[in-house]
């Protein structure tokens, strides 16, 4: 139930909601938490979980760290693997238009054990494109099937098919392995400063509107993204858990990523134009994990919905009054 990038932390996504390839099959990662050992703000070591401490078992799947320290999670794991269908596919940047509408089509229908990630970005010098793309734009696909392989190459054949692809790496390889295939995208050191939206589905609008902010990207290092989560974080109730968001499809997530602090306002405006563009077709929700430093009280509040909220709030106060206030 992890992220899409192997060394993100499981504690702060957990109780931010947490999403990753297995999402579209078992919700969200916090939708999977039997229990938690819990240091609260006295000092007590406490157990939360649907039959004790219910309230904090609550604020936790998806509120935030603010109600106490958990020092261990106990999760309700599945079987996956060991090895899945999965990989990458890119084609030419001039392809996004028609790549993403294929995109579009794909999701609509596709079940749940298939999650597609949509990426515009410049091709990075990686082993798996060839020399003649690198520095230029491409679209990329990375796709996980984590179902039976056999079933996974059938559902994956139309991505493979299609138009040109300019590369192709989508073949039969063990899950931790795809688990960690962006990893190098997101190395240490760099500048960041990420946007995002939840979209309840993709409007050609919102397509088109992504494809010309990629066109104008500052940064070789800068993508956009849309990641496919529609299906078991659908079903429960807005009420079950803080992480909410349930009519959420899909993320678009805008990453602005750059080397030199000179370069800092020209890549913070790209992410905010491109972010702007896509926020009219937003369901008005967000993910709490993606949250920019600068970003306020406006935006939490859209994370959560206020009844969520004053929940939380009155939790918080309950529960660690000796933390300072997050929900503010
Ligand atoms: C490169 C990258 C890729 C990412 N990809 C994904 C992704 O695919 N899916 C996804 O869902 N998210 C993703 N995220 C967001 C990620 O969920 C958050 O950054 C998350 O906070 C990371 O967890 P951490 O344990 O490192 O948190 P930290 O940065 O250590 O802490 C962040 C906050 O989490 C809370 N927290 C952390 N540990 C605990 C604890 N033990 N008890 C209580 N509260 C705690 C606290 O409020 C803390 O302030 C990504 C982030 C990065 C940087």
């Known amino acids: 139930m992890l992220g899409f990038v192997s060394a993100t932390g499981i504690a702060g996504l957990t109780v931010g909601g947490g999403f990753g390839y297995l999402t579209r099959r ?13 240091v609260t703000a006295e000092g007590q070591v406490v157990r939360a ?6 309230e904090l078992f609550f604020s936790l799947r998806g509120g935030g760290g603010n109600f106490g320290i958990v020092t261990s999670f106990e999760y309700r794991l599945h079987p996956v693997g060991p090895q899945v269908m999965a990989g990458a596919v890119a084609w030419r940047g001039e392809d996004a238009p028609d790549l993403l509408r294929f995109y579009r089509q794909l999701t609509a ?36 099937h984590i179902g039976r392989p056999e079933d996974g190459e059938k559902l994956v054949a139309p991505i493979k098919a299609f138009g040109k692809p300019v590369a192709d790496i989508l073949v039969r390889r063990p899950y931790a392995q ?14 960041y400063y990420w946007k995002s ?11 088109d509107a992504l494809v010309q902010h990629a066109g104008r990207v500052r940064s070789p290092h800068s993508a956009i993204i849309l990641f496919h989560i529609g299906g078991a974080l659908n079903e429960p109730p807005a009420t079950h858990s803080p ?6 499809a899909y993320v678009c997530n805008i990453t602005g990523s750059w ?20 926020r009219p077709f937003s369901t ?6 993606f949250l920019t430093e600068e970003e306020g009280a406006d935006r939490i509040a859209a994370a959560y919905g206020k009844a969520t909220l004053d929940k939380l709030r009155s939790e918080e106060r309950r529960a660690s009054s000796a933390l300072p206030a997050r929900h503010g």
């Open 284 to 289: 008005g929700g967000l993910y709490v994990n």
């Open 49 to 54: 979980a649907a039959d004790e401490n219910e």
């Open 178 to 191: 795809m688990q960690s295939i962006l990893d190098a995208t997101q190395p240490k050191g760099r500048r």
């Open 26 to 38: 078992y919700g969200w990662t916090c939708d999977n938490l039997s229990s938690m050992e819990v």
């Open 109 to 144: 229908s596709s079940p749940r054990e298939l999650t597609c990630v949509a990426v515009l970005r410049i091709a990075p010098p990686g082993p798996w494109l060839p020399k003649e793309i690198h520095g230029k734009p491409i679209a990329a696909m990375f796709v996980c």
């Open 259 to 278: 080397e030199q602090a000179a370069d800092d306002a020209a890549n913070v405006a790209w992410a905010r134009e491109a972010w702007q563009a896509v």
């Open 197 to 207: 939206e939840y979209l309840a589905g993709l409007e050609p609008k919102a397509l």
């Open 243 to 248: 992480a909410g968001n349930r009519d959420a």
